[in-house]
Each structure stands twice: as C-alpha cells, then as structure tokens.
C-alpha cells in the first residue's frame, strides 16, 4: 500500500483545512485508516483514525476534526475545523493491515509522507 497525503498549508487561527490520503492497493476499505501528526521538538501523536465506518479522535481535536474515507476513491480525508495555533504540525498518514482500532503508530504498517500545516495566531 502507497499512501499520498496532501492539503496541507499556512491558515490562520478559526480557519479550516481539509488533508486528503489517496491510497493505493486493493482491499482499501478493509484497512484501518489514521491521521498522526508531529510538531517541532515533540512525539508523533494520533490524531483520528476510521475502521469501516467508525471513526475515533484524541481527545484534543474532538468536536473539531471529522475524519472520513472514500471507498471508491480509495481515499481518507481529515477535515480540521476551528484550527488552533497548537495543531501546527506535520500531518502523516497511516493504515493499518489488521483491521483493528489502533492509535498508536506501531500498529500501523503503511506511512505517507507528511503533509505540513501551519496555523497563525
């Protein structure tokens, strides 16, 4: 599996992004999907993530991120509403083979390159 994010940008504080993931291979719907980042100087840290149809977020973006896929088009989508000076990072891709719930980055087997947001204050 190849993962190609992007949408990533220079936004300023309350604006919104939306970071897409187009995934290639077979079985796509089968693959838990999830959203990392990683800011300057700190760990790589979940962010959401979609198994079937169930999506699930830390606590931190909840009520503000709204992950979804596209089975057709074999592709993720992390829409970031309300966008903190705090969610400047480095945005990753992942999926994850077994299927299972995961949001620790060990579980995931496949990475795409990062995809950079910045928000102003």
């Known amino acids: 599996v190849q993962l190609q994010a992007s949408g990533g940008g220079l936004v300023q504080a309350g604006d919104s992004l939306r970071l897409s993931c187009a995934a290639s291979?077979?079985?796509?719907?089968?693959?838990?999907m999830g959203w990392f980042r990683q800011a300057p100087g700190k760990e790589r840290e979940f962010v959401a993530g979609i198994r079937w149809r169930d999506p699930y977020y830390a606590d931190s973006v909840k009520g503000r991120f709204t992950i979804s896929g596209d089975n057709a088009k074999n592709t993720v989508y992390l829409q970031m509403n309300s966008l903190l000076p705090e969610d400047t990072a480095v945005y990753y891709c992942?999926?994850?083979?077994?299927?299972?719930?995961?949001?620790?980055?060990?579980?995931?087997?496949?990475w795409g390159q990062g995809t950079q947001v910045t928000v102003s204050s």
């Open positions: 291979g077979r079985a796509f719907s089968r693959y838990t």
């Open positions: 992942a999926a994850d083979g077994s299927g299972r719930t995961a949001n620790r980055g060990d579980e995931y087997d496949y």
